[in-house]
T-cell receptor
Framework: EAAVTQSPRNKVAVTGGKVTLSCNQT?????MYWYRQDTGHGLRLIHY???????EKGDIPDGYKASRPSQENFSLILELATPSQTSVYFC????????????FGPGTRLTVL | QEKVQQSPESLIVPEGAMVSLNCSFS?????SIWWYQQHPGKGPKALI?????GNKKEGRLTVYLNRASLHVSLHIKDSQPSDSAVYLC???????????FGTGTRLQVLP
C-alpha cells in the first residue's frame, strides 16, 4: 500500500522562527501536495509539485515556500512563522492526472506561539 | 475557483441506519469526484470515486453523480460504529492536478 510519512508529527515554534515540515513518499508518485486543515475551512492547498525540482503555488501560498529535491521528498518551509499558521498540515502524493487518488500522510500539528 | 459545499455538517445515526451525505460543486467541467474518510488524528483516506454521470456501488457504499445539477451524494448502507468519521468530498479541477475539498460531514454512528 502507498506510504506517505511526515516529520515531525508535532511542532511548537515561536513567532518569527523558521519551520520546516518534511514529507517522504515511497510510491514513486509524480505529484505531491501540501495542505493545511482548519476547522470551518477544510483542506486547503498550499503548494504542490509535479516532480523533482518543480513547485507550484496552490490556493493559499502566502507565507510558505516549498522544496522538492527528489521524487520522494517534499518540504514545506515557513521562513517567518506567525500564529495564524497554527494548524494541522497534511502532505499527500498521487499519480498525475485528473482522476488520480491522493494518498495522505498522518499530519503534522504545528503550534506557533 | 471551484467551490465545494457539503451537507449536513454533522449527522448522528443508530447502527444499521442508511446514511446519506451530500456534496455540491460549482464547475460542470470538473473531472472526477472522490469521497475521503478521515478518522480523528489521521490523514484522509480515499473511499470511492466517480467520473461519469450515474451511480457506482462498492460494498456498502453507493455514490450518485448528477452533473446537470452539480451534485454528488454518498450513501452508506447498514452503517457501523467504525464508520464514525469525517467524510470529505473532493472535486478535481479540469486541466489541472489540483483538487478542491469540501469542509466535510462529521458522522457518528451510535451502537
Amino acid at each position: 500500500e502507498a506510504a506517505v510519512t511526515q516529520s515531525p508529527r508535532n511542532k511548537v515554534a515561536v513567532t518569527g522562527g523558521k519551520v520546516t515540515l518534511s514529507c517522504n513518499q515511497t510510491n514513486n508518485h509524480n505529484n505531491m501536495y501540501w495542505y493545511r486543515q482548519d476547522t470551518g475551512h477544510g483542506l486547503r492547498l498550499i503548494h504542490y509539485s509535479y516532480g523533482a525540482g518543480s513547485t507550484e503555488k496552490g490556493d493559499i501560498p502566502d507565507g510558505y515556500k516549498a522544496s522538492r529535491p527528489s521524487q520522494e521528498n517534499f518540504s514545506l518551509i515557513l521562513e517567518l512563522a506567525t500564529p495564524s499558521q497554527t494548524s494541522v498540515y497534511f502532505c499527500a502524493s498521487g499519480d498525475a492526472g485528473n482522476y488520480a487518488e491522493q494518498f495522505f500522510g498522518p499530519g503534522t500539528r504545528l503550534t506557533v506561539l | 475557483q471551484e467551490k465545494v459545499q457539503q451537507s449536513p455538517e454533522s449527522l448522528i445515526v443508530p447502527e444499521g441506519a442508511m446514511v446519506s451525505l451530500n456534496c455540491s460543486f460549482s464547475d460542470s467541467a470538473s473531472q472526477s469526484i472522490w469521497w475521503y474518510q478521515q478518522h480523528p488524528g489521521k490523514g484522509p483516506k480515499a473511499l470511492i470515486s466517480i467520473f461519469s454521470n450515474g451511480n457506482k456501488k462498492e460494498g456498502r457504499l453507493t455514490v450518485y453523480l448528477n452533473r446537470a445539477s452539480l451534485h454528488v451524494s454518498l450513501h452508506i448502507k447498514d452503517s457501523q460504529p467504525s464508520d464514525s468519521a469525517v467524510y470529505l468530498c473532493a472535486v478535481s479541477m479540469a486541466n489541472t492536478n489540483k483538487v478542491v475539498f469540501g469542509t466535510g460531514t462529521r458522522l457518528q454512528v451510535l451502537p
